[in-house]
């Protein structure tokens, strides 16, 4: 390498006087650049990670995930999050919960300062202008809004006017007065509990929640679940297990041998728990999905059922006919009366109603039916106890829960005494009855009818017919039980007809 070369080589190296511009020069014959400058868009990056605070918090947007997130602040402002991994161990042969999280969750402190969330009460403009002008002529908020309410005229025109915009906003103070105006004139006009409302869901805010409840309660108004706020709840859920979607966390999932996942996309909905749905199969867990289409939860399963869209109810009950008939009816496998006496509803009593033609089912046979001097006896709801033939009072219903005597749990003990209920009447009855069943079908509805086989009871006011929800249910799906004076029923699946 000649000298000149060499000495061309080090310039590379010349450092910048303190007052010559920014330039950028090329050196040692073209293969080398000197800037100056050239790192400034790192304090960018340096800057967006800077913060002046941390803090424990989590994502109220009506998830019940409740993940744990540590959030930074920098001047007040919610500048990053990431997911908090300091969870309690769960136990040697469990996964542990974290980390728990998601790209919804993750995104929370950025839609917190969004241009379109709503910060103000907005009102339709239409209404809004028949408001101050009944305010003006009547100076009294009450009076405004009456004249409002007793307008068909004004009224047509704003509920006309709903879903399509038209909002405009107003302050706090003037939307609380138009609010409590209308409460306090439905009140007057039609009594408190013409009024209902939902609080949102604690998973969303406690603290909303439990001020909206306890304000509809202190004004007397009807108060509806708070899952009437986004309606999905499971109507089955209360129905057959007695408590409203009070389940099991998901890490029992991992305890399960075999899944059915119907109506939830659980990676997708159930996020943060969704491993345990996965991992679970490291156990030889199986998964059998059913879904119109290829969801995520699919892709996990062992058998897929494409049920084509629309069909679950009928699906589903035709499942119900099977397993009534084959595990119940044709052979009693112990494993399935077990645990239909000990956790479901089906052995309890309801009493039977005439209809016009035939009966139709009524209302729970309750302790306070027989005159029992016991506590909240309205709420607590009779079985027949084939080890004693007599009718008992089990643990476990609603009555139970808010007892003062404290006997919440499913142990079949009634006074301390252990209590066998008696699934059905068909081999011990009085009678037989015709009941009526509706059917809704796409043609229409209808009624159908089904032989039960019902007891006698005698209380205080009187006889009352009574059968129980499992007798109800054999004879709702047409399935056909031993004993019963006519069996009408075909004993095909392939017959075309209701249920089967």
């Known amino acids: 390498m000649s000298q ?86 769960s136990g040697e042969g469990v996964p542990n919960h974290e980390p728990r999280g998601c790209p919804r969750g993750a995104t929370y402190s950025w839609y917190t300062y969004s241009p379109v969330r709503l910060k103000h009460p907005l ?121 409203q979607t009070d389940v099991p966390e998901s890490a029992d999932w991992f305890e399960s041998s075999y899944f059915i996942v119907w109506g939830t996309n659980l ?82 009593l309801v009493v039977l109603e005439q209809g016009t033609d035939s009966e139709i089912p009524g209302r729970f046979l309750r302790a306070a039916d027989f005159g029992l001097k016991t506590n909240n006896a309205q709420w607590k709801t009779v079985v027949y106890d084939a080890a004693s033939g007599d009718f008992a009072v089990p643990n476990g219903s609603i009555g139970f829960r808010w007892n003062e005597q404290g006997n919440w749990n499913l142990e079949m003990k009634a006074d301390g005494e252990p209590v066998y209920p008696l699934l059905g009447f068909a081999e011990q009855n009085d009678s037989w009855r015709t009941v009526a069943f509706p059917v809704f079908t796409e043609a229409g509805s209808t009624v159908r009818k089904g032989l039960v086989p019902c007891k006698t009871v005698s209380t205080p006011d009187g006889d009352l017919r009574v059968t129980t929800v499992f007798d109800l249910m054999a004879a709702h799906l047409g399935v056909p039980q031993k004993n019963a004076p006519a069996i009408t029923e075909p004993g095909s699946f392939d017959y075309p007809a209701d249920y089967k």
Not at 47 to 68: A, E, F, L
Not at 126 to 142: F, I, N, R, S, Y
Not at 273 to 292: I, K, M, S
């Open 267 to 348: 990676p997708m909905t159930r996020t943060p728990d969704a491993h345990f749905f996965t991992e679970a199969r490291y156990r030889g867990t199986r998964v059998a999905a059913v879904a119109p289409d290829y969801a995520e939860y699919v892709k996990f399963a062992d058998t897929w059922l494409p049920a084509r869209a629309g069909t679950d109810a009928a699906l589903a009950m035709a499942m119900t006919h099977v397993i009534l008939k084959e595990f119940y009816m044709d052979r009693q496998v112990p494993y399935f009366m077990d645990y239909a006496r000990q956790f479901t509803d089906l052995p309890f």
């Open 123 to 243: 009102v339709r403009s239409c209404l809004l202008d028949m408001w101050h002008q009944a305010l003006g002529e009547t100076h009294d908020p009450v009076a405004a809004w009456e004249s409002i309410a007793a307008d068909k005229e004004k009224r047509h025109r704003f509920h006309q006017a709903r879903g399509k915009g038209g909002f405009v906003r107003v302050d706090w103070d003037e939307a609380a007065t138009l609010i409590a105006a209308a409460l306090v004139h439905t009140i007057k006009k039609y009594g408190p509990d013409r009024v209902f409302g939902f609080s949102p869901i604690p998973a969303m805010s406690m603290v909303c929640y439990a001020s909206g409840a306890r304000f509809l309660s202190l004004i007397g108004a009807s108060m509806l679940s708070f899952y009437d706020w986004y309606c999905d709840l499971p109507p089955a859920s209360p129905q057959i297990w007695g408590e």
């Open 4 to 89: 000149k070369s060499v000495l061309s080589s080090l310039r590379f190296f010349r450092p910048r006087g303190e007052k010559q511009d920014c330039t950028e020069e090329k050196t040692a014959e073209g293969w080398a650049e000197t800037r100056c400058g050239q790192r400034e868009w790192e304090d960018l990056y340096r800057r967006r990670s800077q913060y002046d605070k941390k803090v424990r918090s989590t994502h109220g947007v009506n998830c019940t995930g409740s993940c744990s997130w540590d959030v930074f602040v920098k001047d007040g402002v919610l500048v990053w999050e990431t997911q908090a991994t300091d969870y309690p161990a």
